[in-house]
């Protein structure tokens, strides 16, 4: 299974970003994905999940009400809508893949794509 993400960018406060990871090497709806993000010095934080089906997602607390995930819209790919942004959400956000359930950690998720950074400043 390989996984790749794109759309990070260099965005200002309230801005939106819509993230996506294109999966790739297995059948697409048997896998859960997860979007975690990472800081200079720091260990991956859980942003969002959604479950194989694409019908069970959930989201860090920092993450309730700004971010939407959603699998399958666009072929093969899961999507990370972030409106709201804020200079906290600053990171490298890297989706993850394992099979059928999803999970907010990180050690349970098999397959990772390479990262891609997000920026939000003023």
């Known amino acids: 299974v390989q996984l790749v993400e794109s759309g990070g960018g260099m965005v200002h406060p309230g801005d939106s970003l819509t993230l996506s990871c294109l999966l790739s090497g297995g059948t697409f709806m048997t896998y859960a994905v997860g979007w975690f993000r990472q800081t200079s010095g720091t260990e991956q934080s859980f942003v969002a999940a959604?479950?194989?089906?694409?019908?069970?997602?959930y989201y860090a607390q920092s993450a309730e009400g700004r971010f939407t995930i959603s699998k399958g819209d666009i072929p093969n790919t899961v999507s990370l809508r972030m409106t709201g942004l804020k200079p906290e959400d600053t990171g490298v956000y890297y989706c993850a893949a394992r099979k059928i359930v999803r999970s907010r950690n990180a050690a349970d998720y098999e397959w990772w794509g390479q990262g891609t950074q997000v920026t939000v400043s003023s």
């Open positions: 959604i479950s194989g089906s694409g019908e069970r997602a």
